[in-house]
């Protein structure tokens, strides 16, 4: 079935250490990737986008992600996370012959502890 | 320039009840789609809307309508609530109709009671 997957429900990591959130997608060609931020309570903020080019795509708050045809995967990344970076993250694709409708992964909750 | 806005922020209705969100898009934003989040879950796609027509619909039932007017603003109405309509609706807008990147408002929390 076409679907994206978050495999990891919650994750948890130490203030400065380094972070990477898994993305599996299963479309048969390659869709348009996201990755969203949300705070509790509020909506999603956009982090980062690929449509095409390079596979390493840079985002805002220093976020990155890399983009792997052959495993279909968009891993969220980041060197040293802070504490403000707690929150749920969100995969999310648009699948080419599916307009502009977003299909969302489960989310991450990104708990970070001091 | 402003984001993408909606109102109200919460609401709380009961059983059978009416409800009407409101959404408006970024300035020179000509699309407009509606998510529903239910705790614990990812957004999922309600509709879109494209220069006042339905561009694309989710797998939602009949008591879930929607609008865009001319200015682009756009209604969300669900009918005969139920208990499993409770969630925060999410609006998006984008610039073009297709694969373009979705800017969301704050949403609007829907309690059912």
């Known amino acids: 079935a076409q679907s994206v997957t978050q495999p990891d429900i919650h994750i948890t990591v130490s203030e400065g250490a380094s972070l990477e959130l898994r993305c599996n997608y299963s479309?048969?060609?390659?869709?348009?990737l996201f990755w969203y931020v949300q705070s509790p309570g509020q909506g999603l903020q956009l982090l980062l986008k690929?449509?095409?080019?390079?596979?390493l795509v840079q985002g805002i708050k220093g976020f990155e992600a890399e983009f792997k045809r052959s495993q279909s995967s968009f891993n969220l990344r980041k060197p040293s996370v802070h504490w403000s970076d707690a929150a749920e993250y969100f995969c999310?694709?648009?699948?080419?012959?599916?307009?502009?409708?977003?299909?969302f992964g489960a989310g991450t909750i990104l708990r970070v502890k001091s | 320039d402003a984001g993408v806005t909606q109102s109200p922020t919460h609401l709380i209705k009961t059983r059978g009840q009416q409800v009407t969100l409101r959404c408006s898009p970024i300035?020179?934003?000509?699309?407009v789609s509606w998510y529903q989040q239910v705790l614990g879950q990812g957004p999922q796609f309600i509709f879109q809307y494209y220069e006042k027509e339905e561009r694309g619909r989710g797998n939602f039932p009949d008591r879930f309508s929607a609008r865009q007017f001319p200015n682009y603003s756009s209604e969300l109405n669900v009918n005969a609530l139920l208990l499993g309509d409770s969630a925060l609706y999410l609006c998006?807008?984008?610039?073009?109709?297709?694969?373009?990147?979705?800017?969301f408002g704050p949403g609007t929390r829907l309690t059912v009671l």
């Open positions: 998006a807008s984008s610039v073009l109709e297709n694969t373009d990147t979705q800017y």
């Open positions: 479309y048969g060609a390659t869709p348009y």
């Open positions: 300035s020179g934003h000509k699309s």
């Open positions: 999310a694709v648009v699948p080419m012959e599916y307009g502009n409708k977003l299909v």
């Open positions: 690929y449509f095409s080019g390079d596979t």
